[in-house]
């Protein structure tokens, strides 16, 4: 049986179109997937909309509609982005989806049962744009009036009936998790968590909102005049998509291997919060908590609420998806938020894309149809370059698992130049049969490929087609296994892109 692996997405907003910020953190997701199941893993990847929610609930009002008629409505644009970015995930959750609905109030009105969650009073100064409540120091003051540090409008006093999640209780486990395993990833992230931990403690966690204001969500099961606030009921999202109510073998088995990738403005939820909330389940932390930084433009971070939205639609306008996966890859770190703009693109495109890859196999393609009639033959093999390719894997391996994707892009491209830099040195043009050198360059080609698949699958797939190979799994690549590669037709690959005034 193969080796399970779990990946997630947070589970988007649906309150305006997907944006590159959304793409950057699902091609990562995807790509773990990937390459995963390159790597012979049983991969599970869940991704989906977070649906309820009183900002949900206004937007689709002002439209004239139902919240679902408008989530039905905005979870397409989601469904066709992935599609158009080729993101192969598993499943695609929805927090409207009646298994999902029946697993939070199942699993809450155990914890109701439990005494862990009660009943108190909230107050304060709320702002209904984040619909969250800001104490005094977190809000700005301006001529009296308490505004939002976020939208910057006038914060409402709000009081209201409640139930509180008793999370105080846990602050020691939470700690203990944070400080002795190294769930979270990078490392640098826990300080942060950790540090605001001590310093406020753990707070009980008003877990419900008044259906008066918010009916828009999942109805608590102990009390039908009150709804589960959303960030509880996207959490559990991770639980419903493998099924934790429904076949406990197929949970277990992806629980133990389940990496949450994230941007590091949701951290706090998804380390204090939920591994609170999942132990009182009585489930452990998932393994990993991967943690990115945010997509700047111009030195701001991408959102809706800042207005310097590049959509998904844009930018696949100007570019092939795999050139859009390539080129966020390839300035992806862990550690750093990222600046990515139309220049950097056609730079990376036009540079590494057109002149090192596209460039490699149209020479090869080329040079087998005139010298060699469009089949090469098994030959023996060059041990340097065998070696070089056997590398390259080993090399990549370590930058994928350290979740380092620009690295790997470089090592693999470093692969692309050598093979190159070959052809340079053996001169097969020159030669009448270069059947030897245009087999190894091949093989060394059909590495750097397999290697590449996981970031642009459909380029990949061509190439494949090119020399009539098959992208196989890693462990199946052993150099000069290749019977022959055949030729018919050499596409051009990446057309080069003038850069706009
Ligand atoms: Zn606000």
């Known amino acids: 049986m193969s080796k399970a692996f779990y990946v997630t997405t947070p589970i988007y907003y649906p309150n305006a179109e997907p944006h590159t910020g959304h793409a950057y953190t699902t091609i990562i997701a995807d790509i773990i ?3 995963k199941r390159l790597e012979g893993y049983d991969v599970f990847f869940l991704t989906g909309t977070d649906e309820h929610g009183l900002k949900l609930q206004r937007a689709a009002l002002e439209r004239g509609l139902q919240p679902k008629e408008f989530v039905d409505m905005m979870v397409e644009k989601f469904k066709e982005a992935w599609k158009a970015l080729r993101i192969e995930y598993s499943r695609f959750i929805r927090t409207t989806d009646a298994d999902h609905e029946e697993l939070v109030k199942n699993l809450l009105m155990e914890l109701w049962k439990k005494g862990l969650i009660v009943k108190g009073k909230y107050a304060g100064w709320y702002c209904t744009s984040c619909e969250k409540f800001f104490s005094e120091g977190e809000y700005v003051e301006e001529e009296g009036r308490k505004l939002c540090p976020i939208h910057m409008k006038e914060l409402e006093w709000v009081e209201e009936e409640t ?3 008793k999370l105080s209780k846990f602050q020691d486990y939470v700690l203990k998790v944070l400080s002795e395993t190294d769930v979270v990833y990078p490392k ?12 406020e403690g753990l707070k009980d ?4 909102r008044p259906k008066s ?3 828009w969500g999942i109805e608590a099961p102990w009390d039908r005049n009150h709804t589960i606030y959303v960030w509880i009921d996207a959490l559990l999202n991770y639980l419903t998509g493998i099924k934790l109510l429904k076949d406990k073998e ?3 088995k992806y629980w133990s291997e389940a990496h949450h990738i994230i941007g590091k403005d949701i951290l706090w939820f998804h380390t204090i919060i939920w591994f609170a909330l999942l132990k009182m389940i009585g489930i452990p932390p998932p393994k990993k908590v991967v943690v990115h930084g945010f997509v700047l433009m111009g030195g701001k971070k991408m959102g809706k609420s800042t207005g310097n939205v590049v959509t998904i639609d844009e930018l696949l306008k100007d570019f092939d998806a795999d050139v859009v996966r390539y080129c966020l890859m390839r300035v992806m770190s862990l550690d750093k938020d990222i600046e990515f703009t139309f220049e950097n693109m056609v730079d990376m495109h036009n540079n590494e894309l057109a002149d090192i890859l596209g460039n490699l196999v149209r020479r090869l393609g080329v040079l087998s149809k005139k010298k060699l009639g469009g089949v090469v033959s098994k030959d023996s093999i060059d041990e340097e370059l065998r070696r070089e390719a056997e590398r390259t894997i080993e090399a990549v391996r370590e930058s994928m698992n350290k979740f ?3 690295e790997a892009l470089v090592k693999i491209f470093d692969l692309f130049r050598y093979l190159n830099a070959y052809l340079n040195k053996t001169e097969p043009w020159k030669k009448e049969k270069p059947n030897y050198e245009l087999y190894n360059a091949i093989e060394g080609l059909r590495f750097g490929v397999t290697l590449l698949w996981s970031f642009m699958p459909y380029t990949c797939e061509k190439i494949a087609k090119v020399f009539d190979f098959k992208i196989e799994t890693i462990d199946k690549l052993v150099f000069g296994k290749s019977e022959k590669f055949v030729v018919t037709e050499v596409p051009l690959l990446f057309k080069k892109i003038k850069k706009k005034k």
């Open 250 to 252: 197929f949970f277990s």
């Open 404 to 406: 380092r994707f620009s």
């Open 33 to 35: 997937a990937r390459w």
């Open 163 to 165: 139930y509180f999640l």
């Open 205 to 208: 966690l008003s877990i419900t």
């Open 213 to 215: 204001r918010v009916f």
């Open 188 to 199: 640098e992230y826990v300080r942060e968590v950790v540090s605001k931990l001590r310093l």
